[in-house]
């Protein structure tokens, strides 16, 4: 194998190094514990990665123009009291409307699009600082989550008038509504998990198959290059905010499910490890590097630790620091992974220009 080959192999390892992380991880609480390996709890990890996936999701598709948003956390809480205000009754805490679960579903969807098309406008039209803009907009909506809700937190009901207006067509108590079901329900194996799986494999194939996403990642490896290609970079960036809106609606909607309950705090401090998970995935912050298949295995591997640590009963105080470091870690490893791809770049353009002097001298010799 040429030293070329060899950097190109080496660089596909590195690229794909969380999968290495997920199964070291995964066969080491199998072996510290027996209750790790089993139906049940295996259940539990792909129900953890829900609301988490959709989050890593949506800061996958920032990350790789180069951009970030830091309001996903609050955009989870304000559409799950959103959806809660509009679902109960006024004696639950409502707002009495009890419209149909799925207008309601169709409601916080386009919510969360317009709060990320809103944060995208202000970034590309009017040229305000994404940190600014996104930390500002974590704390309007942080306030307006408090300032809607009742003071307290809101029971969805057991059942739910999902056509509206007539007769009641009802889901039974004993059975999970609709509304939960994407957060707990079970199909052989969890709804929320099999949700996940499928928008993060649409994903990878809208992001590396589609002229769409290679303009992300164009934008993201050098903006002033993509303009001057004739890519629409303001118009780009602008749309995969607006995703990045939907899909922390969607996480709202699967945390509001799973706990049955629209709480003010819901989301709270989640966006760093959405970072994280993120960036361990293979993402680069910086733009232009990663694909989102790597940011699910981010994803399994947040999920993976949360759960095998409370199996083995660590203290949450030390889960706390086991999160720290786990941000650290993706830091880390986020920086060796760019040194080495600019060293490799840098030898395979090198290699490429002495077999286009060999050639041209090769060329004048005959």
Same mark, same amino acid.
């Given at each position: 194998m040429t030293q070329t080959g060899a950097n190109r192999y080496v660089s596909v390892v590195v690229d794909n190094l969380i999968w290495v992380f997920v199964l070291v991880t995964f066969i080491a609480f199998s072996l510290l514990s027996d209750k790790f390996f089993t139906p049940t709890n295996i259940g539990n990890i792909l129900v953890r990665i829900g609301a988490l996936g959709m989050l890593v999701l949506s800061q996958s598709y920032t990350f790789i123009t180069g951009n970030f948003d830091l309001s996903v956390e609050s955009t989870v809480g304000f559409t799950a009291m959103l959806a809660g205000l509009l679902l109960v009754a006024p004696a639950d805490g409502g707002w009495g409307t009890q419209l149909p679960v799925f207008v309601v579903v169709g409601i916080i969807l386009i919510v969360g699009g317009f709060i990320g098309l809103f944060n995208g406008t202000l970034i590309t039209r009017v040229g305000v600082n994404n940190l600014i803009v996104t930390i500002a907009m974590l704390f309007i909506l942080r306030g307006a989550t408090l300032g809607i809700s009742p003071g307290t937190s809101i029971s969805l009901p057991a059942e739910f008038n999902l056509m509206g207006g007539g007769p009641l067509l009802r889901i039974p108590v004993t059975d999970i509504p609709f509304w939960a079901y994407i957060g707990r329900g079970n199909l052989v194996i969890p709804i929320s998990g099999v949700f996940v799986i499928i928008a993060f494999l649409v994903a990878f194939i809208h992001t590396r198959y589609t002229q769409f996403g290679r303009n992300m990642y164009a934008i993201g490896a050098d903006s002033d290059a993509a303009r001057a290609a004739g890519i629409k970079v303001k118009r780009t960036v602008t749309l995969v905010y607006l995703?990045?809106? *939907?899909?922390?609606? +969607?996480?709202?909607?699967?945390?509001?499910? =799973?706990? &049955?309950?629209?709480? /003010?705090?819901?989301? $709270?401090?989640?966006?760093?490890? *959405?970072?994280?998970?993120?960036?361990?995935?293979?993402? !680069? %912050? +910086?733009? &232009?590097? &990663?694909?989102?298949?790597?940011? %699910?295995?981010?994803?399994?591997?947040?999920?993976?630790?949360? +759960?095998?640590?409370?199996?083995?009963?660590? !203290? /949450? %105080?030390?889960?706390? *620091? !086991? =999160?720290?470091?786990?941000?650290?870690?993706?830091? %880390?490893?986020?920086?060796?992974?760019?040194? $080495?791809? =600019?060293?490799?770049?840098?030898?395979?353009?090198?290699?490429? +220009?002495?077999? &286009?002097?060999?050639?041209?001298?090769? !060329? $004048?010799?005959s």
């Amino acid at each position: 194998m040429t030293q070329t080959g060899a950097n190109r192999y080496v660089s596909v390892v590195v690229d794909n190094l969380i999968w290495v992380f997920v199964l070291v991880t995964f066969i080491a609480f199998s072996l510290l514990s027996d209750k790790f390996f089993t139906p049940t709890n295996i259940g539990n990890i792909l129900v953890r990665i829900g609301a988490l996936g959709m989050l890593v999701l949506s800061q996958s598709y920032t990350f790789i123009t180069g951009n970030f948003d830091l309001s996903v956390e609050s955009t989870v809480g304000f559409t799950a009291m959103l959806a809660g205000l509009l679902l109960v009754a006024p004696a639950d805490g409502g707002w009495g409307t009890q419209l149909p679960v799925f207008v309601v579903v169709g409601i916080i969807l386009i919510v969360g699009g317009f709060i990320g098309l809103f944060n995208g406008t202000l970034i590309t039209r009017v040229g305000v600082n994404n940190l600014i803009v996104t930390i500002a907009m974590l704390f309007i909506l942080r306030g307006a989550t408090l300032g809607i809700s009742p003071g307290t937190s809101i029971s969805l009901p057991a059942e739910f008038n999902l056509m509206g207006g007539g007769p009641l067509l009802r889901i039974p108590v004993t059975d999970i509504p609709f509304w939960a079901y994407i957060g707990r329900g079970n199909l052989v194996i969890p709804i929320s998990g099999v949700f996940v799986i499928i928008a993060f494999l649409v994903a990878f194939i809208h992001t590396r198959y589609t002229q769409f996403g290679r303009n992300m990642y164009a934008i993201g490896a050098d903006s002033d290059a993509a303009r001057a290609a004739g890519i629409k970079v303001k118009r780009t960036v602008t749309l995969v905010y607006l995703i990045a809106g *939907v899909c922390a609606a +969607t996480a709202g909607w699967i945390a509001a499910g =799973r706990q &049955g309950t629209a709480i /003010p705090n819901l989301g $709270y401090g989640q966006i760093f490890v *959405v970072h994280a998970a993120t960036i361990i995935g293979g993402i !680069s %912050f +910086t733009g &232009g590097r &990663g694909h989102v298949l790597g940011s %699910f295995g981010g994803v399994l591997l947040w999920s993976i630790l949360d +759960t095998g640590l409370l199996i083995l009963q660590v !203290s /949450p %105080f030390w889960i706390e *620091v !086991s =999160r720290g470091l786990l941000l650290l870690f993706a830091i %880390f490893i986020d920086a060796l992974r760019v040194r $080495y791809q =600019r060293r490799v770049a840098t030898q395979l353009a090198l290699a490429d +220009t002495t077999i &286009g002097l060999e050639d041209r001298k090769l !060329s $004048y010799e005959s």
